[in-house]
């Protein structure tokens, strides 16, 4: 373990083995790093924080400090933030515990989050989700695997993204990203086509793409009836693709079970 002798790391933090802690690093005492976690410098980590293995946090980034929900600032309030393994948390990134809202704010393994970046409040992150330099993700955010996010982007609170959808710079999300999408524009994001080449990256055929195609193709151009109505018509067409059934799961189960009745505009709470 190597330990620079200007960071100060607070009794009862728990550090893994081999882990590298950089120059003016502040730990905070209920802070638990994995195993070869890298704090390079200036690096401030705070509240019921865990990072796991093998992950690199770069210089100035602030993690697990109290949210800016103004419902809750006494720290006896915090729920912490999770962080999986190999994550790569650039300059500049912030991201905030979670409230009493939910379970705690949520990283998954193998997440790239790069420069300026902000994940807000009891978000919940998937895996190898990557958000480039200056997104704003706000508070109640869920975000699934294999998401792309790029420069600029805007989240506004108790929205999803789903799986394998990329966001192009500078978008303004105010409604939820359907999985293997391409979303894009200002002052509101809408579909554009599937998310071709990143799901050839990821391994998916012809065949696959095609089922996705259909289910989008029948919710955004269906001419007559309802969108209810155009999914039922094309479930017979794709009820054997994983990934066609995986987006008519997601159009027809809207709610988020993580988000709490603040988040609801119809909610009396």
Known sequence: ?????????????????????????????????????????????DGNTTIGDDSIVYPFAVLGMMSQDLKWQDKNTMTGLRIGKRCRIREYVTIHSGTPASDGTEIGDDCLIMVNAHVGHDCKIGNNVILTNLVQ??????IEDFAVLSGGVMVAQCLRIGRNAFITGMSAVTSDVLPYAIYEGTPRAKYRTINRVGLRRHGFTNKDMHAIHSVYDAVFHGIEGTVSEHLVKVNDEVKNNKYAMDVIDFIENRSHNFIPSQCDPFSKA
């Open 137 to 142: 993700i706000a508070g109640h955010v869920e």
């Open 1 to 45: 373990m190597a330990i620079h002798p200007t960071a100060i790391i607070h009794e009862g933090a728990v550090l893994g083995a081999d882990c590298k802690i950089g120059p003016n690093c502040i730990i905070g005492p209920n802070v638990v790093l994995g195993d070869r976690v890298e704090l390079v410098s200036n690096v401030i980590i």
